[in-house]
T-cell receptor, first 115, second 113 residues
Framework: KAGVTQTPRYLIKTRGQQVTLSCSPISGHRSVSWYQQTPGQGLQFLFEYFSETQRNKGNFPGRFSGRQFSNSRSEMNVSTLELGDSALYLC??????????????FGEGSRLTVL | GNSVTQMEGPVTLSEEAFLTINCTYT??????LFWYVQYPGEGLQLLLKATKADDKGSNKGFEATYRKETTSFHLEKGSVQVSDSAVYFC????????????FGTGTRLTIIP
C-alpha cells in the first residue's frame, strides 16, 4: 500500500511570496494533519482535516491555511512568506477515529526555504 | 495545557549498550502516549504506544511503560544497534475525535559500532 506522498519535496521562495504544499494520504485514511518542524521549535501542530472539515487548529497566524478535498488529498498554503517560515512541513494521515487515535503515518515532508 | 518533556540529546552509545530516553508529560486526565522515530531524511514513524496506566508498549526491541504516578513514559532497549541511530520523539494525545499530537523536542541517538 502506498504511503503518504508530499509534493514538492524541496522548494525555495522569497519573502512575500506564497506557497502551496500538497499531501496525498494513504488510501482509506480520512484524516490529514500538518506539522511544522524546525530546529528551534521542534514539531508544531498546524491543523487537522477530517472528511473535508477542519477539526483542529494549532496556534499559527492566519497566513497558514489548508483544505481537504473529497478524495482526502490535502493542501496547505502559506501566504506572505517570512524568513521564519523556513521549515520542514510534514503531512500525516490516519483513520482519524476510535482506538487508532494518534497513530499517524507521516510523509517525508516538504522542505521550504524562504530567502 | 498539555506538554511533553524529553531528556536533552544528543545521546551517543556503543553498539549493544542499554538505552533509556526519559519522557515526562503534563496533561489532565488520561492521555494516550506514543514514541515516534525519525530516521535521517525520512518522516516520523510510530514506534510504540500505550493508552492507559501501566500499559506497556513494545516494538522492535523497544519498550515503554505508561506510569501515571510519575507521569512518565521512558523508552528503553536492552541492546542497541547502529541501525537504531535516529531522532526519537515522545508524544501525547488527549481526548477523542482529533489527531492533535503534542510532541517533545526529540532526542537524537547515535550508536557507534
Amino acid at each position: 500500500k502506498a504511503g503518504v506522498t508530499q509534493t514538492p519535496r524541496y522548494l525555495i521562495k522569497t519573502r512575500g511570496q506564497q506557497v502551496t504544499l500538497s499531501c496525498s494520504p494513504i488510501s482509506g485514511h480520512r484524516s490529514v494533519s500538518w506539522y511544522q518542524q524546525t530546529p528551534g521549535q521542534g514539531l508544531q501542530f498546524l491543523f487537522e482535516y477530517f472528511s473535508e472539515t477542519q477539526r483542529n487548529k494549532g496556534n499559527f497566524p492566519g497566513r497558514f491555511s489548508g483544505r481537504q478535498f473529497s478524495n482526502s488529498r490535502s493542501e496547505m498554503n502559506v501566504s506572505t512568506l517570512e524568513l521564519g517560515d523556513s521549515a520542514l512541513y510534514l503531512c500525516a494521515s490516519s483513520l482519524g477515529h476510535g482506538s487508532t487515535a494518534g497513530e499517524l503515518f507521516f510523509g517525508e515532508g516538504s522542505r521550504l526555504t524562504v530567502l | 495545557g498539555n506538554s511533553v518533556t524529553q531528556m536533552e540529546g544528543p545521546v551517543t552509545l556503543s553498539e549493544e549498550a542499554f538505552l533509556t530516553i526519559n519522557c515526562t508529560y503534563t496533561a489532565t486526565g488520561y492521555p494516550s502516549l506514543f514514541w515516534y522515530v525519525q530516521y535521517p531524511g525520512e518522516g516520523l514513524q510510530l514506534l510504540l504506544k500505550a493508552t492507559k496506566a501501566d500499559d506497556k508498549g513494545s516494538n522492535k526491541g523497544f519498550e515503554a511503560t505508561y506510569r501515571k504516578e510519575t507521569t512518565s513514559f521512558h523508552l528503553e532497549k536492552g541492546s542497541v544497534q547502529v541501525s537504531d541511530s535516529a531522532v526519537y520523539f515522545c508524544a501525547l494525545i488527549k481526548g477523542f475525535g482529533n489527531e492533535k499530537l503534542t510532541f517533545g523536542t526529540g532526542t537524537r541517538l547515535t550508536i557507534i559500532p
